[in-house]
């Protein structure tokens, strides 16, 4: 019996992992960055040099550990 691999994302079935791989990342990848990429967007950004926070980081300062540094 040959085992049936099912795509998470779209349920299309394959007999080889590289088969779906091929197919995961032709269908499902680029979305899959679109979406980490979203998911950075909505992150907080230092006020200074907008770079990429932590929510727990900008609670405290509203600013990145650098700018922090630079300002002190
Ligand atoms: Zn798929
Ligand atoms: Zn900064």
């Not at 269908?27 to 990429?37: A, N």
């Not at 979203?38 to 405290?60: G, H, Q």
Request: hydrophobic share 30%; net charge neutral.
């Amino acid at each position: 019996m040959r085992k049936i691999i099912k795509c998470s994302q779209c349920n299309k079935e394959f007999y080889h992992g590289a088969e779906y791989r091929v197919h995961w990342e032709e269908k499902h990848l680029s979305l899959f960055i679109k979406r980490e990429q979203m998911e950075k967007e909505k992150l907080p950004k230092c006020d200074f040099c907008k770079e990429v926070m932590t929510y727990e980081e900008y609670e405290f300062y509203n600013i990145c550990k650098d700018c922090l540094e630079k300002i002190v």
